[in-house]
């Protein structure tokens, strides 16, 4: 079974602060994702990694394929940045009767103080 | 990036009444297409699959006639909650994929269920 973990579940930060957000899973993947979802419920995609290393502004996602690990990192942090940060990976075996569909942690709920 | 829209955001109905929502990709053909729902404070939870011009196959424990979903087009997939129940009070979220082979997952904004 295909677990993904997330830590923190809970991070509360100053603003300015930098901030690194865990998640292992279980099994091999073909990509991972990471999400960001608003107060108001609407999920944005952030990255999708596969291999390394890829940033965005103030965000960094890295993994590490062997060890089965990827950090959400973001720097100079912001009020705004406060949102619920989920992973996702897709596996790559496919069960009976899977379609290789996303499997979620549940989620870090980050509160970034002004 | 590819942006799909759910509509309504919210919805209001009384317990017994039917809802549907609508998922769109919007500026690329979805082969595949997923329906989620998530209750406060938990994660996303696979309701269904949708492929295009095909039957949706859903996960064990969704019921299939009471959750109708259809694919009709590469763009557009509904969502029906058939004789809504306060316990089918969610947010359902769609989220669309070029196709099975392609990794990248566009999520739409989430529509809000509430059933009276």
């Known amino acids: 079974k295909n677990e993904v973990e997330q830590s923190p579940q809970n991070l509360t930060a100053q603003e300015g602060e930098f901030i690194t957000i865990n998640c292992s899973y279980s099994?091999?993947?073909?990509?991972l994702h990471w999400l960001q979802q608003h107060p108001g419920g609407g999920i944005v995609s952030l990255f999708m990694?596969?291999?390394g290393k890829k940033k965005h502004g103030r965000l960094i996602a890295t993994i590490n394929i062997q060890e089965k690990h990827s950090s959400l990192h973001i720097t100079a942090s912001h009020p705004r940045d406060s949102a619920v940060y989920i992973c996702?990976?897709?596996?790559?075996?496919?069960?009976?009767?899977?379609?290789?569909?996303?499997?979620f942690g549940s989620g870090t709920q980050l509160t970034v103080l002004p | 990036g590819a942006v799909v829209s759910q509509h309504p955001s919210r919805v209001i109905c009384k317990s017994g009444t039917s809802v549907k929502i609508e998922c769109r990709s919007l500026?690329?053909?979805?082969?595949?297409m997923f329906w989620y729902r998530q209750f406060p404070k938990q994660s996303l939870m696979l309701m269904a699959t949708?492929?295009?011009?095909?039957?949706?196959?859903?996960e064990q424990g969704v019921e299939k006639d009471k959750f109708l979903i259809n694919h009709a087009s590469l763009t557009l997939s509904t969502l029906t909650v058939t004789s809504a129940h306060p316990e089918d009070s969610s947010f359902y979220i769609c989220?669309?994929?070029?196709?099975?082979?392609?990794?990248?997952?566009?999520f739409g904004p989430g529509t809000r269920l509430t059933v009276l």
């Open positions: 949708s492929n295009e011009g095909s039957k949706a196959t859903y």
């Open positions: 099994v091999g993947i073909s990509a």
């Open positions: 500026d690329f053909q979805a082969t595949t």
């Open positions: 989220s669309a994929r070029r196709d099975l082979n392609y990794n990248e997952q566009f």
């Open positions: 996702a990976v897709r596996p790559l075996l496919v069960s009976s009767g899977s379609a290789r569909q996303l499997t």
């Open positions: 990694l596969s291999s």
